[in-house]
């Protein structure tokens, strides 16, 4: 079975902890896109590890780890990633696997990516990791795979820093390549979990263009990204926060804005729920949970089940609120426009919720949380046409709500 896990918003929205969770039972954890420009932070036993490239299931021993197709790869920041877990406790040896269709980041990639997002008149604010540049390349037919490190005639096309950067990696590179499609097909009937980076809302395609990343972070990449068939996807699963946060440039219809964002809700959310990047340490933009974009993501990934996380952050709030329309041009919609300057124009038509006052970091079931936040879920999903199927109210693996069983 295939079970899908992406984030449903921009990004952030507790993918790598709730990966880490599912992936206790699942057999084989493949990323299927994006770069070193994810951060994906996993708490287990009081202890934290921040992944970047290397699938979030890796912390459970002896499973196998695969680095999807889809993904641009710095080897630079692998093996400092391999290392770090290493001396985290954590034994990697023999188990974390790279398709050999993969892409490769190299050095002058990551200089091109930060002057030219420096020299935009509207920056996108990238990570700065080369993850636009490295997409390009491949689209230009110009790129370099995990495949071709030994291609010479190939290799002889980069200049000389390029060249030795991937000559310095070629052995270790060739020693974790595997057929994507050979290994998928041997776990055929195996749980396999494709794990997403990004959001559906930063996808190349689907999301804020051009305020979004370059890879194929909605569903529909994890079939390219896992070197699958789209109809070999059984289950999507799309995470989000019970509010909203966005790193970097692009429109957001629901941020704080005025005294929300200046007095004490956005410096509550983001000090509570600690919304600061992984990768880069920006503090994140917070705002309210936008159910225009959400339900947008469930149509166009075709998800089967939302998966809630950071509901705890809300326990002292008397009230929520969350958008259900935008008004644009005296016009009230409830669709998400493609137009940048239409949705940086829109206002946020927000609907009040009451809040439940009360700790619920270690609730178990998801019948004995409030009732004031089980009528805020059971709007979300009236709204989205989507089931909550996992609820998390804490970083910890064990702070999980499954309310129905997501292998079956
Ligand atoms: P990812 O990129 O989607 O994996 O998410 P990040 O790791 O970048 O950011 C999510 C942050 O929220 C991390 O610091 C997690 O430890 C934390 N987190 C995840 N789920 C919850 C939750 O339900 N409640 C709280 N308070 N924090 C959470
Ligand atoms: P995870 O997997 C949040 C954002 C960057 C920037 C835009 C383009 O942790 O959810 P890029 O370097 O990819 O060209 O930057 O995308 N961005 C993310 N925001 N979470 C991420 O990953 C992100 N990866 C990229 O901030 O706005
Ligand atoms: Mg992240």
Not at 319 to 342: L, N, Q, R, W
């Amino acid at each position: 079975m295939n079970t899908v896990v992406i984030g449903a918003q921009w990004g952030d929205e507790g993918k790598g902890k709730i990966v880490d969770y599912l992936a206790g039972e699942a057999d084989v954890i493949v990323r299927f896109s994006g770069g070193a420009n994810a951060g994906h932070t996993i708490v287990s036993g009081g202890r934290q590890y921040a992944l970047h490239l290397i699938p979030s299931g890796a912390l459970y021993p002896g499973k196998v780890v695969v680095l999807g197709s889809g993904m641009v790869i710095d080897p630079r920041a692998l093996f400092a990633e391999i290392a770090l877990l290493e001396e985290q406790g954590v034994d990697t040896t023999g188990r974390i696997f790279i398709s050999d269709r993969a892409h490769i980041v190299l050095p002058s990639y990551i200089e091109i990516d930060k002057e030219r997002d420096a020299k935009r008149k509207k920056p996108i604010g990238t990570t700065g990791r080369g993850i636009g540049i490295t997409y390009s390349m491949k689209s230009d037919r110009d790129g370099i795979r995990v495949a071709d490190v030994g291609w010479k005639d190939k290799l002889d096309e980069l200049s000389k820093g390029d060249y030795d950067f991937i000559a310095g990696y070629r052995d270790r590179l060739e020693a974790m390549a595997i057929d994507m499609a050979a290994f998928m097909e041997r776990h055929k009937g195996d749980r396999v979990l494709l794990e997403g980076a990004q959001g559906a809302l930063l996808d190349l395609d689907l999301g804020t263009y051009p305020f979004v990343s370059s890879g194929m972070s909605s569903a529909a990449g994890a079939a390219i990204g896992a070197g699958i068939g789209p109809r070999s996807l059984d289950k999507v699963l799309g995470v989000f926060k019970a509010y909203s946060t966005r790193v970097g440039n692009g429109p957001f219809p629901t941020e704080f804005s005025g005294e929300e964002a200046e007095g004490d809700l956005g410096a509550f959310i983001r000090e509570t729920g600690r919304e600061y990047g992984v990768t880069t340490g920006r503090p994140r933009r917070c705002g309210y949970l936008d159910l225009v974009a959400l339900r947008y993501a469930c149509w166009v990934n075709t998800i089967d089940r939302l998966v809630m996380t950071h509901l705890d952050v809300y326990d002292t709030l008397d009230e929520i609120k969350a958008a259900v329309a935008y008004t644009v041009d005296g016009e009230e919609t409830a669709d998400f426009p493609a137009s940048i300057g239409k949705l940086t124009a829109v206002k946020p038509v927000l609907q009040c919720f009451k809040g439940w006052k009360r700790p619920i970091s270690e609730v178990c079931h998801y019948d004995d949380l409030p009732e004031e936040a089980k009528a805020y879920i059971s709007f979300i999903e009236d709204y989205c046409g989507t089931k909550v199927g996992v609820v998390s109210v804490g970083y910890e693996r064990t702070q999980t709500m499954v309310r129905e069983a997501v292998w079956d």
